[in-house]
């Protein structure tokens, strides 16, 4: 059987924005997953509580925010890609990251919970993924009027993560 997870997807499975995303995941998608919860983990374990409403601009989410706005994302995809391998084919609604992390209070949150929640959301999504058939991994939907492929939105999960954890890195953690 041909190994999709290792393929990345053709570009007519995700909206062109999602592209900068996909392109910053290496190799397997599974693996990649895998190796962000512990990556990830140790990156907040290293952040001081007293540090998680700090923010690097005005206007900009704060350390707790960006944790869960990337925990709001993974959820949405990995709902989207369940939906969609299970050929469910009805049309999935966007939704509006500021508004989601506006409504949230993250800051209220210990950063220990939200790197728990993290870990505990990936480990259940890489077993929905690894369960996968061949045929549900090509299966693709709608959402937010542009088609999405269950392994597309799966790259997507791990190069948004990726890409926040660049953007902690760089402009919040000197």
């Excluded at 944790?67 to 999935?92: C, K, Q, S, W």
């Excluded at 500021?98 to 209220?108: E, G, L």
């Excluded at 990726?162 to 902690?168: D, F, K, S, V, Y």
Aim: net charge negative.
């Amino acid at each position: 059987m041909k190994n999709l997870l290792i393929e990345k997807p053709e570009a007519s499975e995700f909206a062109e924005y999602y592209g900068a995303y996909i392109s910053l995941v290496d190799g397997d998608v599974i693996n990649a997953l895998k190796k962000q919860i512990e990556e990830t983990q140790n990156l907040i374990a290293k952040i001081p509580q007293e540090k998680a409403t700090y923010s690097y601009a005005e206007g900009k989410w704060s350390i707790a925010e960006l944790v869960g706005h990337i925990i709001d994302t993974e959820r949405v995809m990995a709902y989207r890609a369940l939906r969609f391998a299970r050929n469910d084919a009805t049309p999935l609604e966007g939704f509006e990251q500021d508004d989601y992390v506006a409504n949230a209070d993250f800051n209220s949150c210990r950063l220990s919970d939200l790197s728990e929640e993290f870990g505990l959301l990936r480990a259940s999504n890489i077993l929905m993924f690894r369960h996968l058939t061949e045929e549900a991994w090509l299966r693709t939907g709608i959402a937010s009027n542009n088609p999405a492929s269950v392994r597309a939105l799966a790259y997507i999960i791990a190069g948004h993560e990726i890409h926040h954890i660049n953007i902690l890195k760089e402009r919040y953690l000197p």
